[in-house]
Structures are given as C-alpha cells and as structure tokens.
C-alpha cells in the first residue's frame, strides 16, 4: 500500500476546548491549537507533498500556515471542505439536548439542520472533492494534504471506509492518511493528538 492523501483535522480552537458546536463559525486556533499546528509542519518537514488544500475556515488556514511556509507552493482553498454547517447550533454546547438534535439529523439525512445544511447536501458537496484530492495524490509522484475538520474526517470514515462509526476518528491536530492498494483505498489514523475527550460527531 502507497499513501496518497493526508487529512488533518485542524488545532484546537477555544469551541474544542469547551466541546461547542462550530460548523460556518469563523474561529481561530487557541494556544494549544497554533502550538498543534508547528508540530504538524514539523512532522510533515522533508515530506514531499503535490498539492496543499484547505477548507475556507479560519482555523483550517491557520492549521496549514505552518506546514507550507517556506515551500514556495500555493495552497487551494476549497469551500467544498468546510465543516457541516449546523446552522443554529453552531457555538452552542454538545449537551445531551443538543447533541439528540444531532443524532435526529443523523438518522433523518434529507432534512436540514436550522438554518444550515443536511447530511445529504453535506455528502454531496464533500464526497466528489474528496475524490479529486485523492485522485490527484495517486496521480502525481506524492500525496496530497488538506486540513479539514471534525465532520469531513467522520465522512472519510463513512465515504471511504464504509465505516459509520468512526473508524478514521482524529482528535484536534490529528492526522489521517488515504492508502491505495489493489482492493482500493483505505483510511487510517495516523496521528491522533489529543489532550482530552471530545465529541466530534458533527460541526468541528
């Protein structure tokens, strides 16, 4: 098996910390995010990648700074990789209310979150750039690395491992790589990085 595609979910923010809903809200890293964010460029120092992407959200951009400075190559902003937007719950706390709202949701896929998006239009605006980003790692002569966020690594899950429970699952700063092998493409952590327990079921 070769590694074609690094997903990192991004530092942690103060609404990790707190374990809010964040979904379109435009919040940036924390201390112990933008710390999260130099061992990562860290880590990925010396490693050759084709293609940088990022969603539009100010904590993925801040998360992949880091990581590209100094290559002399662009970064692609993708607004296709944004966070499920929750609407209304975004900035609200994942109590048991909030998050049986979620799980409603979750089993109910057509209908819209409040004010935001479903899970299907989700699926349909993600799953096709996750493809390309894959796609493109496999093609040129090394991976692809996009920052994303809670709920696109919970898709990878579901998209490309057919696993609905999880079994991508990345803490804040952590690292899922895309593998190709005969069968087809695998997703596995790589670097989970965490500090504490975190619900990331939706809008990270």
Do not use: C, W
Request: hydrophobic share 35%; charged share 30%; glycine share 10%.
């Amino acid at each position: 098996m070769k590694v074609v595609a690094y997903f990192i979910r991004h530092g942690q923010t103060e609404l990790n910390k707190d374990a809010d809903f964040k979904g379109e809200l435009q919040v940036g890293l924390n201390d112990k995010g933008k710390e999260q964010a130099v061992d990562l460029a860290k880590m990925f120092d010396g490693k050759k990648i084709s293609a940088f992407y990022t969603s539009a959200l100010r904590r993925a951009k801040e998360t992949l700074q880091p990581i590209v400075s100094g290559r002399g190559l662009r970064s692609f902003v993708a607004e296709d990789l944004d966070s499920l937007n929750v609407g209304d719950l975004a900035g609200e706390p994942k109590n048991e209310k909030n998050l049986n709202k979620v799980s409603y949701y979750q089993d109910h896929t057509e209908e819209r979150f409040p004010g935001g998006e479903s899970v299907d239009e989700f699926r349909r605006r993600v799953d096709p750039k996750l493809l390309s980003i894959i796609h493109k790692g496999e093609a040129a002569d090394a991976p692809t690395l996009a920052v994303v966020h809670g709920s696109i690594i919970r898709e990878i899950s579901r998209f490309i491992n057919r696993d609905e429970h999880n079994g991508a699952k990345v803490k804040p700063g952590g690292v899922v790589g895309i593998f190709k092998s005969p069968s087809g493409y695998t997703a596995k952590p790589l670097y989970k990085k965490s500090d504490k327990p975190d619900d990331d079921r939706f809008g990270s």
